[in-house]
C-alpha cells in the first residue's frame, strides 16, 4: 500500500495533466484539471451556500455574557467576504489549491460567510496532496474558525464551538486522506495490471521470436544436410561420368529426389514464418538416424553405424541426438571428403552418449563447393546445454584416427 506521505509519479507527464492519458493515476502535488462541467457544479453549489451563510451571519445579533470579545461588522464585510470566498473556489482545483485553502481559512476568520469554501478547501487539499500539507491546511481552518468565533457572535458556547470545529475539520480531512488512500491503492493495482500487460506481450514477443529461431535452425540443419548430401552426388557424377549408367541414373534420381525435398522443407518454412510457429510437424528421433546414415551412404560416404540400449529418451533429447550426427555427417562431408565415418549411439538409463568421428579426408578428394555458416556447432553446444548436457568437438584422439575429427555428446534425463 501506498505510503500517504509520499506523491507517486503520475502516469503521463504533465503539462495538460493525467486526465487526458490516464484517468486513474495519481497526480504530482496538486488536483489534476477537472473538468467543466463538474468544475461549474462545484462552484454553484459553494456560491449557493455561501449565500446562504453571508445572509445568516448578516442577520445574526451578538450575544452577549459568553466571555467573548463582539463586534458589531458591518454586513458590507460579510458580503465581501462571501463573494471573495466564491472567486477563490476554482483556485481549489487547480495546483494553487493549498494557496487558495489557507486565504479560505483567513477569509473564515473575517466572517462566516467564508465557511462552506473553506470547508471544501480542506477536504479538497486533504483529497489531492499529502498528510503533512493536508494537515498544516486543516489546522489553518481550524485556528480561523476560532478566532472567528473570538470576536463574531456564534450559536454556542465557546468551548463546544472549538470542540465542533476540530471535530468537523478532522472529519473532513480523514475523508479527503481517506479518499487519497483509495484513488492511489487503485491506481496501484491499474498500474500493476497494465504492467502485467506489457510483460505478458513482451513475453509472447519472446516467445515467438525465439520460436521463430528454432525453426530458422531447424531448417538450417536440415537444409544443411539435404544440399551437402546434394553436392556429394552431384560431384560424384561430375568426376565419374564413365560410370555405369544405371549408377548415373541412380545418382540423378537421388539428386532430384533431394532437390524436391530441399523445396518442400522451404516451403513449410516459409508456411511457417507467415502463418505462426504453432505446429512444426512430428519432430525427428533416435529411428531417423538410420535414415541419415543410409542417406549418407547413398551419396557415397562411408558411414558405419552402431547404436547400443533400448532406452528410449525423450523428443527433445531424441531431436537433439538427430541433430547431432546430422550436422556431424554435413560436416564430415563437406570438411573431409572421402573420409569414413563412424557414428555410435549409446542409450543407458538416464542419459545418451553420441560420438561421430571420421578419419580425415581421402588423400585427392575434393570437398563439394560451397561453405556454410559457422554456427552449426555452437548451435548444438547451445542445444545440448539447455538440455544440460555437454558437447566437445576437436581433433579425434583415437589411435586408429590420428587426422580425423569428433564429436562427442552427452544428453541427460530424467529417467
Do not use: K
Not at 227 to 243: K, N, Q, V
Amino acid at each position: 500500500m501506498t505510503s500517504t506521505d509520499s506523491t507517486p509519479t503520475p502516469a503521463a507527464a504533465r503539462p495538460g495533466g493525467w486526465a487526458e492519458f490516464d484517468p486513474w493515476a495519481p497526480s504530482d502535488p496538486g488536483p489534476p484539471p477537472a473538468p467543466r462541467g463538474v468544475l461549474v457544479l462545484a462552484w454553484a453549489l459553494v456560491a449557493a451556500l455561501t449565500a446562504a451563510a453571508t445572509f445568516a451571519v448578516a442577520d445574526a445579533a451578538p450575544v452577549r455574557g459568553t466571555g467573548t470579545i463582539t463586534v458589531l461588522v458591518p454586513a458590507g464585510v460579510d458580503v465581501a467576504v462571501g463573494v471573495a470566498a466564491v472567486a477563490l473556489v476554482p483556485l481549489l482545483f487547480t495546483r494553487r489549491s493549498v494557496v487558495a485553502a489557507v486565504a479560505l481559512a483567513v477569509l473564515a476568520a473575517v466572517s462566516g460567510a467564508a465557511t462552506p469554501a473553506s470547508t471544501v478547501g480542506t477536504l479538497q487539499v486533504a483529497r489531492w496532496y499529502p498528510v503533512r500539507t493536508a494537515a498544516w491546511v486543516a489546522g489553518a481552518g481550524v485556528l480561523g474558525h476560532a478566532v472567528q468565533a473570538l470576536w463574531r457572535p456564534v450559536g454556542l458556547p465557546l468551548g463546544w464551538w472549538l470542540l465542533c470545529d476540530v471535530a468537523v475539520h478532522a472529519a473532513l480531512f480523514g475523508w479527503g486522506a481517506y479518499g487519497r488512500e483509495r484513488a492511489l491503492v487503485l491506481w496501484s493495482l491499474r498500474d500493476r495490471a497494465r504492467r502485467a500487460e506489457a510483460e505478458q506481450e513482451r513475453r509472447v514477443a519472446e516467445a515467438r521470436t525465439a520460436e521463430r529461431t528454432r525453426i530458422a535452425r531447424e531448417m538450417h540443419d536440415t537444409l544443411a544436410h539435404r544440399l551437402s548430401l546434394l553436392a556429394a552426388t552431384a560431384g560424384a557424377m561430375e568426376y565419374r561420368p564413365d560410370a555405369d549408367p544405371a549408377q548415373l541414373a541412380a545418382a540423378a534420381g537421388r539428386v532430384r529426389a533431394g532437390v524436391s525435398d530441399a523445396l518442400e522443407d522451404l516451403r513449410q518454412v516459409i508456411r511457417l514464418l507467415r502463418a505462426g510457429p504453432e505446429d512444426l510437424g512430428p519432430v525427428p528421433g533416435l529411428d531417423d538416424v538410420r535414415r541419415l546414415v543410409d542417406d549418407s551412404r547413398a551419396a557415397g560416404t562411408d558411414v558405419t553405424y552402431e547404436r547400443t540400449g533400448d532406452d528410449n529418451p525423450p523428443a527433445a533429447v531424441a531431436t537433439a541426438v538427430f541433430r547431432v550426427v546430422q550436422e556431424s555427417l554435413t560436416n564430415a562431408r563437406r570438411h573431409a571428403p572421402g573420409a569414413a565415418v563412424r557414428v555410435t549411439v549409446s542409450t543407458a538409463p538416464g542419459e545418451v552418449r553420441v560420438r561421430v568421428a571420421d578419419d580425415g579426408a581421402a588423400p585427392g578428394a575434393v570437398a563439394p563447393d560451397g561453405v556454410g555458416t559457422g554456427t552449426g556447432l555452437v548451435g548444438l553446444r547451445e542445444r545440448a546445454t539447455l538440455l544440460g548436457g555437454t558437447l566437445a568437438a576437436g581433433p579425434d584422439a583415437g589411435p586408429a584416427a590420428s587426422r580425423g575429427f569428433a564429436v562427442e555428446a552427452w544428453l541427460p534425463w530424467d529417467a
